[in-house]
């Protein structure tokens, strides 16, 4: 097995022969690299299957799963490790899935992953699979743990559990204070003798040994039974047990998502599915600057506005009647004459149209008026010419 059992460095476990190995060094810490099919291995030897032989160590599932994991056992502590002690090592199994199990047992303490549980640190992890004690008499049998100390959390259960007495979808004793279940759920069906409940199937209620209880659920449809709830542990029916509303306080950016298959929370370190990140994200948006030339040219006699490019233009005005002169330009070149000898009681409108080229446009008047003019850079040459009644035009 590669590795060599360190926090840093820990043992891969990639075969059925290498998760065997796990019971040579009980303080190490593993991790699976890949999911392990046990159909082909035979019976299952429960690894530290006594309170002397107790795994203090770290198991890491990344997310992998042991598949079609088969034990039967005539001896106590019956479950893939029998009893886990971590609370002198701080202990933890994570990330562990145990898929289509099948456990069974005519003793105490049998369940899916750990009979015994002394404040081993279980998280992420699921069951599931069948849970059978054939002994009506026997205690202590649940779904992930038999007799429970310490954290669970983010766990869940589908397994038929089959049990004597204290049997539950979940766990089967809590016996006191240290037991701590938060967001975890079963959908477990169970059947059994005395204490017998949808979740756990007995609890330590006197004062100051009640064991923490924070949002944990069960299917009451599927368990067909109704026990028990308390604060912390609630019985539902399927419909509502796959409504994500239902799980109050559970991370579902994280850690769960409402699996559209089966309709129920399941974890997302089993699916790859990545934790939901959130992230601000600045955009800034720019618009490029638009430049238009707009001309408008007004025939009237007071007020003429346009918009063109800066040119110098000198504008004299000199008439002795009011007249209207308006110039356009025109891409045409143009020379024009137009004279009247004598014009008597007559206004005459002359218009001229010149190609775009520099322009200087006098105009001579004996009254001063302000105005306007605008025009494009052009260059050219006009000279008007009005006597009270006679008009003289000439146009270069």
Known sequence: MLGNGTQTDPYLIRTPEDLNAIRNDLKAYYKLTNDIDMSEWGNWNPIAPSTTNKFEGYIDGKGHKIINLKIISNAEFAAFIGNARGDVSNGYIKNLGLENVYVESDKNNVAGLVAVNFKTTITNCYVTGTIKNISPTAYYTGGIVGKQYGLIENCFTDCNVIGGNDTGGFVGLLPNDTAILKNNYTKSKVSGQINTGGFYGDINTNAGKRPTLVS????????????????????????????????????????????????????????????????????????????????????????????????????????????????????????????????????????????????????????????????????????VLAPINHLYLTLI
Do not use: C
């Open 216 to 383: 944990n659920y069960f299917d009451k449809t599927i368990a067909q039974t109704t026990n028990y709830q308390t604060s912390g542990v609630v019985g539902l029916t399927t419909d509502e047990m796959k409504q994500q509303s239902t799980y109050v306080g559970w991370d579902f950016e994280n850690v769960w998502y409402m699996d559209s298959q089966t309709g129920y929370p399941t974890l997302r370190v089993f699916a790859n599915i990545p934790a939901a990140k959130k992230e601000t994200i600045t955009v800034n948006s720019h618009s490029l600057p638009i430049k238009s030339n707009v001309s408008k040219n007004i025939k009237a006699t007071k007020h003429t506005k346009s918009i063109l490019s800066p040119v110098f233009s000198i504008t004299n005005r000199k008439i002795s009647t009011t007249k209207n002169v308006l110039t356009y330009s025109l891409p045409i070149y143009t020379t024009v004459e137009k004279s009247h000898r004598t014009v008597r009681n007559l206004t005459q409108n002359v218009n001229t149209y010149i190609n775009p080229i520099h322009a200087k446009i006098e105009r001579y008047i004996k009254s001063t008026k302000q105005i306007n003019t605008h025009t494009s850079p052009i260059l050219s040459y006009i000279n």
